[in-house]
């Protein structure tokens, strides 16, 4: 990072990408956003909430200084793209889904050479339209970084590109910065004070929004995919009966259905009016089942899953065809050449990235990565392990 040479590269690819990227970004999602101010001098570190699978474009268009990404490493695991993005980006690799303690090193290291990042807390985007978790020693973080703080909003992603979604929706999307934090008024902040700041400027509400501006998001297939985020029947409460065909969502137990209108709103006789309310009543649901569960059987299953190994200094092992359980006191992934097994104690984090891509790592340090092998018109919710993790740490 601190070779003048690389770094001219970095400078390079950034002007060019940004260009590039400019007519492409704005017609693909009808995109408008505001300039950083031309007074705004680096290092700094810009934060921004998740919308899209191209936030990195969106946030980069406001800031024609180069700026280092931090990213996941599971967004490179492609490797013919890794190598390119990694030779002329050099993005900061998080080797943890919440674990902010190696990231922070990484973005401080790279601040205090003089360069700008720019950091995702939230990791994903939302599946509901609202800002999700964002971690509480992100104000650590910033404080101890020693730099400005510039918080970045992006608005009309979830209604564009809903991430349980198959098909984007043409509407408006805007960004911009929220608040400038100096230096000197970073030094003045306690770390908790500086995450308080952080959660509020980059809170969005796609509904509330919604609800105060009425804004069309044209699109076919409206409903399509909306079963891998939700999985809990509104009314009989069975989980995993969830079906959706183009603009419609249906319980294939009790028959209940609804459409999904160009607005992001259910049809007005269905129990919930936004995808938000339902996913609040599914949150709740689930906290009653694994409260009142009983017996030694599993949550819940899901057969025709692959199973990703991955251990430091070793090569990456694949269990195909397998049985994915969550049990009270462990994960199962069943193959017909065993069992592998993980205690819930023992896992120290866990995210889903896009649809249905399950991660979570264990206080061992290994990562593994569970994803449906079904055709792409039979979508699995693995959403529903997350949840119940959340709720039972």
């Known amino acids: 990072m ?10 390079k690819f950034w002007s060019l990408v940004r260009g590039v990227s400019k007519s492409r970004i704005k017609r693909k999602y009808k995109y408008s956003y505001d300039l950083a101010p031309s007074d705004l001098k680096g290092p700094y570190l810009v934060v921004s909430n998740r919308s899209t699978d191209d ?3 969106l946030t980069g268009l406001s800031f024609p200084q180069q700026m280092y990404f931090a990213v996941n490493e599971f967004a490179l695991k492609k490797e013919s793209v890794s190598k390119f993005i990694k030779w002329a980006f050099e993005p900061i690799i998080q080797t ?8 922070e090193m ?7 050479t003089g360069r700008n990042v720019c950091f995702f807390p939230e990791i994903n985007a939302p599946f509901n339209g609202r800002t999700g978790y964002i971690p509480e020693d992100i104000g650590e973080l910033v404080k101890n970084s020693q730099v400005a703080l510039v918080t970045y909003r992006i608005e009309g992603g979830y209604f564009t590109t809903p991430r349980w979604a198959k098909e984007k929706r043409k509407g408006v999307m805007h ?8 230096r000197e008024k970073i030094a003045q902040m306690q770390p908790e004070a500086i995450t308080k700041a952080i959660r509020k400027d980059l809170q969005e509400n796609a509904y509330v929004k919604q609800k105060q501006n009425q804004i069309r998001y044209k699109g076919k297939n409206l409903a399509e995919g909306l079963e891998c985020s939700l999985c809990v029947c509104p009314k009989c409460r069975e989980i995993d009966s969830i079906v959706t065909v183009r603009n419609s969502v249906y319980c294939k137990k009790c028959g209940v259905a609804a459409d999904i209108d160009e607005y992001g709103y259910f049809t007005s006789d269905f129990k919930f009016r936004t995808v938000e309310e339902w996913d609040n009543y599914q949150e709740k649901v689930l906290k009653d089942y694994i409260k009142n569960f009983e017996g030694k059987r599993a949550y819940f299953s899901d057969s025709e899953l692959t199973m990703h190994r991955y251990q430091e200094d070793k090569k990456d092992e694949v269990l195909e065809n397998g049985i ?3 049990y009270k006191d462990h ?3 069943k193959t017909t050449q065993g069992e592998l097994k993980v205690k819930i104690e023992n896992i120290t984090d866990m995210n889903l990235f896009g649809k249905g891509k399950l991660v979570f790592s264990d206080n061992k340090g290994v990562t593994y990565s569970v994803k449906s092998e079904l055709k792409k018109d039979q979508l699995q919710n693995l959403r529903k392990y997350y949840i119940v993790w959340t709720l039972i740490k």
């Not at 943890?96 to 990231?103: N, R």
């Open 2 to 11: 601190n070779e003048s040479k690389g770094y001219k590269r970095h400078q």
């Open 55 to 57: 936030d990195a474009f």
């Open 96 to 103: 943890k889904g919440t674990d902010l303690s190696l990231t």
């Open 106 to 112: 990484k973005i401080t290291r790279v601040l205090r």
């Open 175 to 182: 960004g911009g910065i929220v608040n400038i934090y100096s």
């Open 324 to 326: 994915f359980s969550f």
């Open 331 to 333: 994960l199962s992934f």
